[in-house]
C-alpha cells in the first residue's frame, strides 16, 4: 500500500519560511517523479513545483521560482518543499504526488495534504 504523508505545514507570518516534508512508503521511491501542488477551498488544486526521480531535475510554476525549491532524500524516502518570502496569497493546503507528468493534475498517488497558512 502506497502512503504519503505531509507534515511541516503551520501559521506563519508574511515574509517567514516553511519547510514542508512528504515521507513515502509502499514503493521505490527513487525511481518516482515527486511533486507538491496546493489547493485553496472551492479551487482546484494547482502545480507548485517537480522533481524527477532519476537525475532529480526540478521544474517550477511561475510563483515559485525563485521562492520554493524541492528537493528529495531518497535514502529517507521523503521530499521536500522549501518556501521562502510567504505571502497571505500562499495560503493553502499543500499535498504531495507521486507517479505523473510535469504538471499534470493526473497523479497516481496522493497525500491528504497540510496545511499553510500565512498573515499579513
Known amino acids: 500500500q502506497v502512503q504519503l504523508v505531509e507534515s511541516g505545514g503551520g501559521l506563519v507570518q508574511a515574509g517567514d519560511s516553511l519547510r514542508l516534508s512528504c515521507a513515502v512508503s509502499?514503493?521505490?521511491?527513487?525511481?518516482?517523479?515527486m511533486a507538491w501542488f496546493r489547493q485553496t477551498p472551492g479551487q482546484e488544486r494547482v502545480p507548485v513545483a517537480h522533481?524527477?526521480?532519476?537525475?532529480?531535475?526540478?521544474s517550477y510554476v511561475d510563483f515559485a521560482k525563485g521562492r520554493f525549491t524541492i528537493t528529495r532524500d531518497n535514502a529517507k524516502n521523503t521530499v521536500y518543499l522549501q518556501m521562502n518570502s510567504l505571502t497571505p496569497a500562499d495560503t493553502a493546503v499543500y499535498l504531495c504526488?507521486?507517479?505523473?507528468?510535469?504538471?499534470?493534475?493526473?497523479?497516481?498517488?496522493w497525500g491528504q495534504g497540510t496545511q499553510v497558512t500565512v498573515s499579513s
Open positions: 522533481i524527477f526521480g532519476g537525475d532529480g531535475s526540478t
Open positions: 504526488a507521486a507517479s505523473g507528468a510535469v504538471f499534470s493534475l493526473n497523479w497516481r498517488y
Open positions: 509502499g514503493l521505490t521511491f527513487s525511481r518516482y517523479p
